[in-house]
């Protein structure tokens, strides 16, 4: 099906010297130590040595890198903060990495216009930053929100916790200048809201790097809510917090999030940041509603009947800004909490219909029994998003692949439930084999036909999202050093 | 196929025999886009109907031909919308047509375009492949985004056939305020402190010469203070339109009812700095073109007269340096200001249609 794009060996020594005309040594790094760090993302079981890294400072650069990639061959991937969990910035083994860090300038801040134009390793939270004196935010906010940059967050159609409502970062970006994998610029898409012909940013979005790189992105920046209700309900069984989110959304209300975690997620969290959940709980809904303060108080009771009518044995409100920022980090922080319980661990993406989630939920329990693994579970729920977190011990012989093994189970009842592989990580090199479970064999062909017409030599991330590519094999290290300093968490 | 009798499947499999039949594919659901389906020669009309809907899940999938108020209806029962407020749904308007069109309405403002809600989209390519993309579930981030690439495609990289859409909770109640301003300068900048604000207008228009339109969409309970606020921001004359009168009037805005006979409508996305500049050029041009401005500014619905010049629109897209697109009446061309030689969209589109017959 798929042919194998011509891979003759680079000339490695005339490539780094193509490089070198543009790159001034101490951004061109070749050594093993300087290497080290890139061979991994935030999904550590893969790990993999790239011939080279660059660290280009503008735009004109990362088109020449790109240039003397095509021009020799030499597959490359575009990273920024490196805090993939699907295995999406791994690089390609003998490629190139173009480490996006240094592009980190805004071109553009519109406040009366509501957007900003910036560079892609821009931090995801410096956006919302920039915006914050004018009462602006850029709607998505992955965990990794501290870390992560926006450019990775358009390779990979970034979420968070605030999808139900507002999307994923596809819903927030109107343009984008881009360079393909042959080095041609183009721009899609506009500063307006509005679009005459395809959407080309759309499909760009989430491409994971296959398409080409973005150089430039508008993001569309929203009015804050005016105000916020945070409110936490606690629940003698996770099944019971599970069909509590079908009874808020059915209510007609529209939270801004709906969110659950489960004791050993709360244990984690607490022992890490002492957010103060309920010891008691097995599993804690945090609903948030927000808005004009009109709205919101027009709210409230009929978001407190539905919690009464739930189930909850208990629920408290958040009552000032610090208690809603406890709530919250807890909850953003709890899967690099988890690292507290257990030094290994994957997280798995999946995403099944709302009305499902008991149902998914209590399979994910009884498979976590028979494989004696313990599974934490964190997820958006009022997307159906779940974050099963598979805890292993990887200096046990085998136990690696088990934990593989159960979260293919997980994965494959997501689909059976007519879910989706990943709701917001991406398929990157973790889920590739999974594809096919989801997607037709004719679809599947179909997306290495677009990717070969944009990429005929397959240079651009090559190895990721689509099935039968070649990928290094998995190997243990642990947490990824940012995670295992707090600074990073697995959403 | 000569255009008055278009091929008219009934099932996935004809319109493959169709498309593969036909040397040039033109599509049209109910025609409401005169513009976009004039010399249809395939209808997607036969394929209509629900196929699932859960109100819990928040999606639906229907087929492309379905018209958008039989959905409409069928979502209020369970007191859920579209609120990107799909226009001419009276007209009556069908989701693919909508889709390829990439048309949204004044309720576009509050949480996005047609290109927000549309999740997942089964399409026949111009060799006649069916291919799937996108999902059923409200969040989904596996394979290429195609149901985005649908959005505005004017039916040039496939024939959609069946799609699951988004929806939401429909607000408890609407209030409408129109505000009076004194000239343009003074409504732009109404419009971009009301845009900025934290009011969260579910539809911000403009209708020139200088009235705002602001409508508000939630609680019952908080409609008063939440229009007093807004009075409050703008300090103008105003007029207030609640209930059924007020429905009319948002209705009668996504029919383009204010569109006279004699005029064809043309869609011009822009940024509300442009409105001003763009007024000056109209006041000027000798021909009368009404219009009115939507999605606080970012789109203008333009009404061409049948015997304006069309080459005075491309002029006009030139000088705006934005890209139009005709919607309704007889015309050369579809777009104007486009870039018929994209690089990414040219490399997409021989995908999806290599032998160039797809409209």
């Known amino acids: 099906m798929a042919i194998p794009p011509p891979t003759a060996s680079p000339p490695r020594t005339e490539f780094l010297a193509a490089l070198s005309k543009v790159f001034p040594a101490e951004r061109l790094m070749t050594g093993a130590a300087q290497i080290a760090p890139y061979e991994s993302d935030g999904l550590t079981v893969f790990r993999s040595r790239p011939t080279a890294i660059v660290l280009p400072e503008s735009q004109e650069e990362v088109i020449a890198a790109v240039r003397i990639c095509h021009r020799f061959q030499v597959p490359f991937m575009a990273r920024g903060s490196g805090t993939s ?407 | 196929m000569i255009a008055n009798t278009p091929l008219l499947p009934t099932t996935l499999a004809e319109v493959q025999d169709a498309v593969r039949s036909l040397s040039r594919v033109v599509v049209a659901g109910h025609g409401t886009k005169s513009a976009l389906s004039s010399g249809a020669n395939l209808s997607m009309s036969r394929l209509q109907g629900i196929m699932e809907y859960d109100p819990g899940e928040f999606t639906f999938t229907a087929w492309a031909g379905t018209p958008i108020a039989e959905v409409r209806t069928m979502l209020a029962k369970n007191g859920q919308y579209l609120p990107f407020d799909p226009p001419m749904t009276q007209l009556g308007a069908t989701l693919g047509g909508t889709v390829a069109a990439g ?99 579910a539809c911000l228009d403009f209708e020139p010469p200088y009235r705002l339109w602001v409508r508000l969409g939630g609680m019952s309970a908080a409609a008063d203070a939440r229009i007093a606020r807004i009075q409050q921001l703008l300090e103008t004359r105003h007029e207030l339109f609640r209930g059924d009168e007020e429905a009319a009037l948002w209705r009668g805005v996504g029919e383009f009812e204010w569109l006279p006979k004699g005029y064809r409508l043309v869609k011009l996305p822009l940024v509300p700095q442009q409105i001003v500049p763009l007024e000056n050029v109209l006041g000027q041009i000798g021909v009368l073109v009404p219009r009115r401005y939507g999605v606080a500014g970012n789109v203008a619905w333009l009404g061409w007269p049948d015997d304006a010049p069309e080459s005075r629109l491309g002029e006009l897209c030139e000088e705006l340096r934005r890209p139009a697109v005709a919607i309704t009446g007889r015309w050369e061309r579809k777009m104007w200001g486009s870039d018929s030689q994209h690089p990414f969209a040219n490399r997409i589109r021989r995908v999806f249609d290599p032998e160039n017959k797809l409209s």
């Open chain 1, 85 to 491: 969990l699907s295995g999406g910035s791994v690089p390609i083994a003998d490629g190139l990495v173009i480490a996006l860090n240094r592009m980190t300038r805004v071109l553009r801040y519109d406040a009366r216009q509501r957007l900003a134009v910036v560079e892609p390793g821009v931090i995801n939270v410096k956006v919302s930053q920039l915006a914050s004196p004018d009462q602006l935010l850029f709607a998505p906010d992955p965990s990794s929100g501290p870390v992560c940059t926006i450019g990775g967050n358009v390779a990979f159609n970034s979420g968070g916790a605030h999808c139900l409502k507002y999307g994923m970062t596809s819903n927030h970006v109107l343009g984008m200048k881009v360079v393909l994998p042959d080095g041609e610029v183009c721009d899609l898409g506009s500063d307006s809201l509005e679009s005459a012909g395809p959407d080309l940013v759309g499909m760009f979005i989430g491409c994971e790097g296959l398409f080409g790189i973005a150089l430039e992105i508008t993001l569309r920046l929203l009015p804050k809510p005016a105000v916020y209700y945070t409110l936490e309900a606690a629940y003698d069984s996770l099944e019971k917090a599970g069909d509590a989110v079908s009874l808020v959304v059915a209510s007609g209300l529209l939270p801004g999030a709906l969110e659950i975690m489960d004791r050993l997620a709360m244990d984690a969290a607490d022992a890490a940041v002492g957010a103060g959940y309920p010891s008691d709980a097995k599993a804690i809904l945090i609903v948030e509603l927000e808005g004009t303060p009109e709205e919101v108080e027009a709210e409230k009771p009929r978001l407190t009947q539905i919690i009464d009518q739930s189930g909850a044995y208990r629920y408290r409100v958040a009552k000032d800004a610090d208690e809603r920022l406890a709530i919250w980090t807890g909850r953003k922080c709890a899967f690099s909490a988890v690292g507290r319980l257990s030094s290994d661990f994957i997280v798995q993406d999946g995403v099944v219909p709302r009305s499902k989630l008991g149902q998914a939920l209590k399979e994910i329990s009884r498979l976590s029994d028979t494989y004696h693994l313990r599974v934490a579970n964190v997820f958006h729920a009022g997307d159906g998003n779940l974050h099963p977190l598979i805890m292993f011990d990887g200096r046990v012989q085998g136990e690696l692949e088990k934990a593989e093994e159960l979260a293919a189970e997980i994965l494959n009842y997501c689909i059976q439930l007519g879910g989706s592989i990943t709701g917001e990580h991406g398929v990157g090199l973790e889920k590739r084999g999974f594809m096919p479970a989801m997607f037709g064999e004719a679809d599947i062909e179909f997306m290495h036909l677009l990717r070969r017409a944009v990429d005929p030599l397959e240079l651009a991330n090559r190895g990721k999202m689509l099935p039968d590519a070649e990928a290094p094999a998995l190997t243990q290290h642990g947490a990824h050093p940012l995670e295992k300093a707090g600074i990073i968490s697995r959403e």
């Open chain 2, 103 to 201: 048309l949204s309405g004044s309720g576009r403002l509050r949480f996005g375009g047609v290109r927000d809600f549309l999740l997942g989209v089964r399409l026949v390519s111009g060799e006649g492949r069916v291919v799937y993309g996108g999902g059923k579930v409200v969040k989904n981030a596996a394979g290429f985004d195609i149901p985005k690439l649908m959005v505005g495609s004017l039916g040039q990289y496939g024939v959609m056939v069946e799609m699951t859409f988004k929806v939401f909770p429909q607000p408890e109640s609407f209030s409408t305020v129109a505000f009076d301003f004194a000239n343009t300068a003074a409504a732009v900048d109404g419009l971009l402190a009301v845009a900025s604000s934290q009011a969260e207008p």
